[in-house]
């Protein structure tokens, strides 16, 4: 998988523009996977995995509503369950062509076991009060909590889940030598994915 480039962190930090906009400068393949989670959820409660069976059994308020360091772990669970499909589909992807994806999925500690080098993979995480603010503007936000019994809360828990996987992220890549930006927005977005570039080794045109 030598022509596959992977920008992994955690929501809201900017990964899927970045992805973008260097898959249209770089004529790169983009893989978004958060676009086909819900099918590898699927196919894992399937196959009898039991966070994918967990997560597929809940409704809002059974997901929203629990501990936050909970949730956190149960999501890394979760990427790691659904690891397989996740580079069953790379692979055939990459055969045909160079691609850059991105997704919360790409976990430091998978990237390590699955032999990914430093090179080809970054991280990039959102300060807290930055993912909070980009978050509360998100149309789909409300949608996305229907049923909660407190909007509000279950919204508060679901921020406290990111920002807690979001420093696991940066812990990992730190203990796996992997490279790491924390998007505080400081940055315009070229900015960052012109750091991302070059640590991909990306010739500028």
Same mark, same amino acid.
């Given at each position: 998988? &030598?022509?596959?480039?992977?920008?992994?962190?955690?929501?809201? =930090?900017?990964?899927?523009?970045?992805?973008?906009?260097?898959?249209?400068?770089?004529?790169?393949?983009?893989?978004?996977?958060?676009?086909?989670?819900? +099918?590898?959820?699927? #196919?894992?409660?399937?196959?009898?995995?039991?966070?994918?069976?967990?997560?597929?059994? @809940?409704?809002?308020?059974?997901?929203?509503?629990?501990?936050?360091?909970?949730?956190? %772990?149960?999501?890394?669970?979760?990427? =790691?369950?659904?690891?397989?499909?996740?580079? /069953?589909?790379?692979?055939?992807? =990459?055969?045909?062509?160079?691609?850059?994806? +991105?997704?919360? =999925?790409?976990?430091? *500690? !998978?990237? #390590?076991?699955?032999?990914? !080098?430093?090179? #080809?993979?970054?991280?990039?995480?959102? &300060?807290?009060?930055?993912?909070?603010?980009?978050?509360?503007? %998100?149309?789909?936000?409300?949608?996305?909590?229907?049923?909660? #019994?407190?909007?509000?809360?279950?919204?508060?828990?679901?921020?406290?889940?990111?920002? !807690?996987?979001?420093?696991?992220?940066?812990?990992?890549?730190?203990?796996?030598?992997?490279?790491?930006?924390?998007?505080?927005?400081? @940055? *315009?977005? +070229?900015?960052? &994915?012109?750091?991302?570039? /070059?640590?991909?080794?990306? %010739?500028?045109?």
């Amino acid at each position: 998988m &030598a022509n596959i480039y992977y920008i992994g962190g955690s929501p809201c =930090a900017g990964k899927s523009t970045v992805a973008e906009m260097l898959s249209q400068k770089y004529d790169l393949y983009y893989f978004k996977v958060d676009g086909i989670l819900d +099918e590898y959820t699927r #196919r894992g409660a399937q196959n009898g995995y039991p966070v994918c069976k967990k997560i597929v059994a @809940m409704d809002a308020e059974q997901t929203w509503m629990r501990d936050p360091l909970l949730q956190c %772990r149960e999501e890394l669970d979760f990427y =790691a369950e659904v690891f397989e499909y996740v580079s /069953a589909d790379l692979k055939r992807v =990459a055969a045909q062509r160079s691609v850059i994806t +991105e997704g919360a =999925a790409y976990v430091p *500690k !998978l990237m #390590r076991w699955a032999g990914v !080098l430093g090179s #080809r993979y970054i991280a990039i995480t959102p &300060a807290g009060e930055f993912q909070i603010f980009h978050y509360s503007k %998100r149309e789909f936000v409300p949608y996305i909590l229907e049923g909660c #019994r407190s909007k509000d809360q279950a919204f508060r828990n679901w921020m406290v889940r990111d920002i !807690l996987f979001a420093k696991e992220v940066q812990k990992q890549c730190d203990q796996e030598n992997y490279a790491s930006i924390i998007n505080d927005g400081s @940055m *315009k977005i +070229e900015e960052l &994915a012109g750091r991302v570039a /070059a640590h991909f080794g990306f %010739r500028n045109e």
